[in-house]
């Protein structure tokens, strides 16, 4: 059984980041530890929320898994939160990688052409570094243009995730996996290949949900480290947030209902 770290914020309520990465990650057949940065109410597409910033107790986490020996296979990181900790996140990985550990990174700073709430240029430009680390990247297209220094564009075609990606190869050596692309009626991830690449085509569905990159972040990379392929563990992602999606309630507008699909068992 793989055993890996995921590093990322913690709301108390809320169907994201590591309420939605731990029990995928387990259902999937991973041992999922959790390094939280930070614990919120509930995350902020609620009203109003409280942050409890952990980074001051991280020095105390490390000092304890390296008396007692402990090391990941991989790591999966999304929502960080502050640019700060992506040089914890890089100490993180030179103390506690087992030999061959993967570090899968979903950038998670914004979408539809914008920056969430609290995030600035100097996040990206950390996030930029970070990259470099990475054997697997996730960026959606907002994500790709902002570490790519590419003028958004509501519009566009395959040409332009190719520009995106001839970019993104700049930043980092990893797999290159652009998400939610959206054009042709259809969505679609990016995967980067040697030539053109390749583009894996679904329904999309006229609905979107909070949360639902963090589950397919993390049905993505329990896959991977099954041994799937990059193509077959998008579609198995992919797939995932389909059918959470299908079955999530209307009127339920903080996330998708993934447990409805954990419980009724993982197609793979």
């Known amino acids: 059984m793989k055993r890996i770290l995921t590093m990322q914020d913690l709301s108390c309520v809320g169907q994201c980041s590591l309420t939605v990465a731990l029990p995928i990650l387990s259902a999937h057949g991973v041992e999922a530890c959790v390094l939280p940065t930070a614990v919120l ?57 087992a030999e061959g550990a993967k570090i899968i990174i979903d950038p998670v700073f914004g979408d539809n052409g914008k920056l969430y709430g609290g995030f600035d240029l100097e996040y990206v430009a950390a996030m930029k570094k970070l990259l470099r680390r990475a054997d697997i990247i996730l960026p959606n297209v907002t994500e790709a243009c902002f570490l790519t220094d590419t003028e958004y564009r509501e519009n566009y075609d395959g040409n332009f995730i190719i520009t995106l990606e ?19 009626g259809e969505i679609s991830e990016f995967i980067s290949g040697n030539q053109r690449g390749e583009i894996i085509r679904h329904e999309l569905l006229p609905v979107k949900k909070h949360g639902t990159g963090d589950i397919f972040s993390s049905v993505f990379t329990a896959n991977f480290l099954s041994g799937k392929s990059l193509r077959n563990s998008c579609v198995a992602a992919a797939n995932f947030v389909a059918e959470c999606i299908k079955k999530t309630n209307e009127g339920h507008f903080y996330g998708v209902q993934f447990e409805k699909v954990l419980k009724s068992g993982i197609k793979q």
Do not use: Q
């Not at 980074?55 to 105390?60: F, H, L, M, R, Y």
């Not at 390296?66 to 914890?88: Q, S």
């Open 41 to 97: 109410s509930n995350h902020t597409m609620f009203k109003s929320w409280s942050y409890l910033d952990l980074t001051p107790e991280i020095p105390n986490v490390f000092e304890h898994w390296k008396k007692n020996g402990i090391t990941f296979d991989a790591f999966l990181l999304g929502y960080l939160g502050k640019a700060e900790l992506m040089d914890v996140a890089e100490k993180c990985f030179d103390e506690f990688s």
């Open 166 to 184: 001839r970019e993104l190869k700049k930043i980092t050596d990893g797999n290159i996996i652009i998400t939610g692309v959206e054009f042709g």
